[in-house]
């Protein structure tokens, strides 16, 4: 025989009990972000390389999948590439489409992106992204929708999670008052580390990354900000006295908190002065999710970003969005044992077949529980009655009907629940009860 | 400004609206899928080039997109290509995963494919397919099954269509009987193209293909049986009684077709002798479906195959599937305007923004309602109502809700029908009944 069929590296088959699962995670946060009136957009999988390279750094061009051109006319079509992520081709979309488009505009999407990256334990060369923006209005309203969508999609998948909340504003002003406005993004870059490399490293990095021994120094009080979220914000009142944008990101935060305890949301948030977020477009607040009861780092993060579609010749926009990290929050309702029992099959009964009268039989059975909409299986031929079962139970259908000569007389079927091994005659009403 | 950004040839946006109606789409067709027992399974949009190459057929090679590896070791690594059909890889899953699979094994899968076709209308180089198939079982209750699933979903959907169904050993024995046994390939695929370019055409090409003038004539009956189903099988009988293989096929038919009576398919439903399909892994039943009132081709088609895992090494597994058309199916709902008209928003109350005091009021009257599942947007700033009005027209959202200090101080919203215009006082209660 010839050697086993295989997939590329990094990629994955997802099979039924898997796809069950990631169609419960994504139908859950789909459900709520259409409860806040976003609505769903898909993109091409592949984008000209023009969209694509010099959006993610020189790290990330390298990364890009590309598309071989073939044909006769290959050398004069545009070059194309695979999604990197989903960002990148919103703002494309929203600038190509501008006209039709209804601002602010509320859209989540949901699609696989690629990147050729090493591939290694929980990271893929292909996975799914799953994002929610509001694009087109500069309101803090847009904040507190994600803030309650991530509320609301973690009490439904029964995570129990931190949500870190931070301002890029003021983060600017940090690097202002200690004297290094133009380290920003050396700044930022580096503190994003603080929780896996320590405060140590991290003054390293940013001696190296030519900060003065000034500026680090004056940075370390406000890396070690402790108290409750008011007492943060008043100290860095203080602090950020003589910084016009970092007094701008602080009443930005208060408004925001203020929003956030009105409607009584019930989660655990953090001001967490550490959280930077690696991308450089954010321009206000970010945000990152933590799940209290597993260590897997961030399973959803985001940001105000005031300038995505500038990049296509479409400035002054701004939007706030965040993306769940589907392959991560599978890991963890699978840790955690969340993930609900029923998901397997949606199949309630199993029609068992011994010949071709039962087999009719079962038939309109079927097709009277079908037009309940009741899930039915009917098994295809006559086997073996431990074959029949055995197929049930690898399916985790709950019931098997079985069909025999004093069942068809009696107009009733043997049900047997498969968890108990309990059997009992039934009516076709009685059935469409029990099920 | 720059240059407004474009995406690839033959490669699509899907906005909102578009979204909703596919999603429209998908999620009937599912729905059907589960009620049979079907689960659905993913596979990666990368194949191994091995995997893909010499499956299609020579022109189908040269339509693979090609992926460039790229990294120092790109030489080493295999060579990998966009999916091209669901089939071979699901061939490829079934081989590589059998021993996890319990059979008889039914599983369907939605996702996209890629085809470096020439761009033209209504052919698009990234398209959906919609496969459902079961292998693993010689039982013709999987052509029923399949039969059933087109009577469903195009019941649910509202589309009238006529369900074409041939088998290929029929067209082997017709083959046989003729005396050109080794042509049925040639005289399949070119009576496959009788509706599209008349009798004539195709016994030219038949010729051309190398079939003698008498073989050609002695298909000519075949080709013009007419009359009921029972009448054509009689016929056929008698043709093709020489033929062990052609008798095979019509004992097929009469058996399916006595399953279909049986179990009350309502179905308009046509035994056709011109049917071929192009696809020659077919060995059993083969199946098309068009729509009576749009003028469009197929919207569905499949059939058995005997040894579609033989490529991948694993011989005689016989399976069944059809494939439904998503965009064919679009089109079709879109000229006979059968989308159901509330698909646009989930949102059914806007509740406009005039001042903070009411925007703190609305957002506790949007928790509430978003607790009961109803979806709700709040405008995110103070604007001309005039703009917010608009706002809910673009997404086609039912009511607006008006708060001014009249409303606050009696605990009560203005709610707006957009509709009618129709103004009226409602509490809480009452908008959730109302909505």
Not at 64 to 70: G, V, Y
Not at 80 to 107: C, M, N
Not at 340 to 348: F, G, I, M, N, Y
Not at 377 to 392: D, I, L, N, R, S
């Amino acid at each position: 025989m010839a050697q086993k069929p295989s997939i590329p590296k990094g990629t994955r088959d997802f099979g039924q009990v898997e796809m069950a699962r990631r169609n419960y995670i994504f139908d859950t946060i789909k459900s709520v972000f259409c409860l806040y009136g976003f609505q769903q957009i898909e993109t091409p999988a592949m984008e000209n390389l023009s969209t694509l390279m010099g959006k993610y750094g020189e790290e990330g061009d390298k990364l890009l999948f590309r598309i071989q051109n073939s044909g006769e006319k290959a050398a004069l079509a545009p070059e194309k590439g695979l999604r990197y992520d989903l960002t990148v081709p919103f703002a494309r979309y929203v600038v190509q489409h501008r006209e039709e488009i209804s601002f602010p505009f509320k859209r989540f999407q949901i699609q696989p992106v690629w990147r050729a990256d090493r591939p290694q334990k929980g990271r893929y060369r292909e996975f799914y992204q799953c994002d929610v923006d509001v694009i087109g209005s500069n309101s803090l309203l847009g904040e507190l929708e994600l803030v309650q969508i991530v509320e609301e999609v973690y009490r439904r998948l029964g995570i129990r999670v931190c949500l870190h909340i931070n301002n890029r504003k003021i983060l600017a002003g940090i690097a202002e008052v200690i004297g290094a406005p133009d380290k920003i993004i050396d700044i930022t870059v580096a503190i994003d580390k603080l929780d896996k490399i320590g405060v140590e490293a991290v003054n390293a990095e940013l001696a190296e990354r030519g900060l003065s021994e000034k500026a680090v120094k004056a940075l370390q009080p406000i890396l070690n900000l402790a108290g409750t979220t008011a007492e943060k914000l008043t100290a860095l009142r203080t602090i950020l006295v003589n910084s016009e944008i970092g007094l701008k990101g602080v009443a930005e935060l208060e408004e925001l908190f203020g929003l956030i305890e009105a409607t009584g949301v019930q989660l655990n948030i953090e001001l967490d002065l550490c959280l930077a977020r690696g991308l450089n477009y954010y321009t206000g607040a970010i945000f990152e999710v933590k799940a209290l009861d597993a260590q897997i780092g961030s399973i959803t993060g985001g940001g105000r970003y005031d300038n995505l579609t500038g990049i296509f010749g479409m400035p002054d926009v701004s939007g706030v969005g965040i993306s769940f990290g589907a392959d991560r929050i599978y890991d963890v309702l699978t840790e955690l044992d969340l993930f609900p029992k029923e998901l397997q099959s949606a199949t309630r009964v199993l029609f068992a077949t011994f010949g071709d009268a039962e087999l009719h039989y079962a038939l309109g059975w079927a097709k009277a529980l079908r037009a309940q909409k009741i899930a039915v299986e009917v098994y295809p031929e006559p086997t073996k009655m431990k074959k029949q079962m055995g197929y049930a139970d690898a399916k985790q259908i709950p019931y098997v009907a079985i069909v025999g000569g004093d069942e068809m007389a009696q107009n009733k079927v043997m049900l047997k629940e498969m968890a108990s091994g309990e059997q009992k005659l039934a009516t076709l009403e009685e059935l469409c009860t029990i099920l």
